[in-house]
T-cell receptor, first 112, second 113 residues
Framework: AQSVTQPDIHITVSEGASLELRCNYS??????LFWYVQSPGQGLQLLLK??????LVQGIKGFEAEFKRSQSSFNLRKPSVHWSDAAEYFC??????????FGKGTKLSVIP | NAGVMQNPRHLVRRRGQEARLRCSPM?????VYWYRQLPEEGLKFMVY????????ESGMPKERFSAEFPKEGPSILRIQQVVRGDSAAYFC???????????FGPGTRLTVL
């Protein structure tokens, strides 16, 4: 069975600092991978997705993620965090199927 | 630019009542997925529907929960005789195909008193 692990429950960074959110997955083949962001009381917004091809994926709001098959990882990065980035971030796996498997999320706090 | 619509956004029910959650997919999408988010948890798949068909309901609790996506109108997730453990955020997503990207609605937050 597939799974997604987000090792960090809560991360705090200063505004302007760089950010990396970790995501590890378990799946026997090449997965579809997604990052979603959820602001308090809101739905999930798609930041970026990886299906195949270039392992460095660019998304909205200046985010990018890198698929590393050897490490079973799909970490999300941003070079300079803005206060409006404070939210909860979810990594999700689509294992060749419509059922998305989500990690438990990483809550990001941004210090002004 | 209508995205996925869900209503109500917040729903309060007493134990034993019925909860009915609605989801209208994005224009052009005929695939609907329901997920549940419990506190401090990620989203868990519940059911996948196409128009007039339930494709996969493997994530649905065996009792009290049902879903439909009629030919006309929104998809409905129905919870009968709600219990406190049903309190959660219920999200609907839609897509254009079974492996297409899923776009999520704002969710319905159900509170059972």
């Amino acid at each position: 069975a597939q799974s997604v692990t987000q090792p960090d429950i809560h991360i705090t960074v200063s505004e302007g600092a760089s950010l990396e959110l970790r995501c590890n997955y378990s799946y026997g083949a090449t997965p579809y991978l997604f990052w979603y962001v959820q602001s308090p009381g809101q739905g999930l917004q798609l930041l970026l997705k990886y299906f195949s091809g270039d392992t460095l994926v660019q998304g909205i709001k200046g985010f990018e993620a890198e698929f590393k098959r050897s490490q079973s990882s799909f970490n999300l990065r941003k070079p300079s965090v803005h206060w409006s980035d404070a939210a909860e971030y979810f990594c999700a796996l689509g294992a060749g199927s419509y059922q998305l498997t989500f990690g438990k999320g990483t809550k990001l706090s941004v210090i002004p | 630019n209508a995205g996925v619509m869900q209503n109500p956004r917040h729903l309060v029910r007493r134990r034993g009542q019925e909860a009915r959650l609605r989801c209208s997919p994005m224009k052009g999408h005929s695939h609907v997925y329901w997920y549940r988010q419990l506190p401090e948890e990620g989203l868990k798949f519940m059911v996948y529907l196409q128009k007039e068909n339930i494709i996969d309901e493997s994530g649905m609790p065996k009792e009290r929960f049902s879903a439909e996506f009629p030919k006309e109108g929104p998809s409905i997730l129905r919870i009968q005789q709600v219990v406190r453990g049903d309190s959660a955020a219920y999200f609907c997503a839609s897509g254009g195909g079974s492996t297409d990207t899923q776009y999520f609605g704002p969710g319905t937050r159900l509170t059972v008193l």
